[in-house]
């Protein structure tokens, strides 16, 4: 019995194959107008894929199928339900289990999808090792988990599975409209593949095997709906990954630039009034944010030099608002410019500039202005 399913399914995977051949020589040959390349090693695979789907699909009927269905009708039997709820078998709430089991056959299949892998091995070569190839495949099966739970869920409850997909396309252009563009190629792309080899035998039969044992629910038109399910919320997860990871990379922007920002020194410079524009311009070259120059005048004994430097009747005093960690560099750079150390030349003074008085809407202002052109 088992030798003549195995041959027909051979015979038949041999057609299915055979005109994909078929159709890739043609075009080949009559088309491109070249010979195919490397044939030998391409007979062989074609050899190899035959066999392997023979023995998959064999598989398939013999052991995926009958499980996926076997346990949705375990899980959801009167017996099994009574011994684990108390209440009503009614409520939606007595078939916990099956969610539960959903969820994670969902997403263990989904992590073992030979498909899935294959596009995320893709998508971080592709972007560079950006895109981790376990974190994609990770967030793609916590989609196909959620989605098998709320499928199991409308089976349940008999809800209309026109408006649940119909909602769950809302949120996924919802989604696209805000996200990055260049993922979201990619997310729609990671919900077509789930539906693949390993995934779709097992859900399909869960689904029939469900809608053929709760009460008032017909397999034909209730047993079939999961796949759809399990083609959009892993959509909305990559999406939804994405902006997380957006929202996060802002808030550490922000932060950091907050961190940046919120220190500033003022620098006093005493300077003789013939290299004050010297002084300033070498300063904002350097970094230094808006210029306030007086003109002082010593009056008296005591105030009529400061640290050595006259202020009597000849000196500029330049105030200069500079970032805290640029203020060494600036310093340095005017002082060797400008020769600030040679004997009458100035003085220069760095200030915490929160320590000053006057100064705190021009800095709250140059704060902001900073912060935007970072962000």
Known sequence: MLIQELANTFVNTIKDVASIVTLIAVFQIFVIKKSIPNLGRVLFGAILVIIGLTFFLIGLEKALFPLGELMAKQLSSPEFLKDHYSGSLTNWQAYYWIYIFAALIGFSTTIAEPSLYAVAVKANEVSGGTIGTFYLRFVVAIGVALALAVGTYRIVVGGSLATYIMVGYIVVIIQTIFVKKDIVALAYDSGGVTTSTVTVPIVAALGLGLASVVPGRNPALD???????????????????????????????????????????????????????????????????????????????????????????????????????????????????????????????????????????????IRENLKTEQL
Do not use: W
């Open 223 to 365: 047993g079939f709906g999961l796949i759809a399910f399990a083609s959009v919320f892993p959509i909305i997860t990559v999406l939804g990954y994405a902006q997380i990871i957006d929202l996060i990379t802002y808030i550490s922007k922000i932060k950091k630039a907050e961190n940046r920002l919120m220190k500033f020194n003022l620098i006093v410079a005493l300077v003789d009034p013939s290299i004050t524009e010297k002084v300033v311009k070498t300063a904002k070259d350097s970094g230094a944010t808006g210029d306030v120059i007086i003109q002082g005048k010593g009056s008296g004994i005591d105030s009529s030099s400061f640290l050595g430097h006259s202020i009597r009747d000849k000196t500029d005093i330049i105030l200069l608002i500079v970032e805290e960690h640029h203020t060494k560099k600036i310093m340095d750079t005017v002082s060797e410019e400008c020769n600030i150390e040679d004997p009458g030349n100035g003085v220069l003074i760095a200030l915490n500039i929160d320590k000053v008085a006057g100064f705190s809407n021009q800095i709250k202002a």
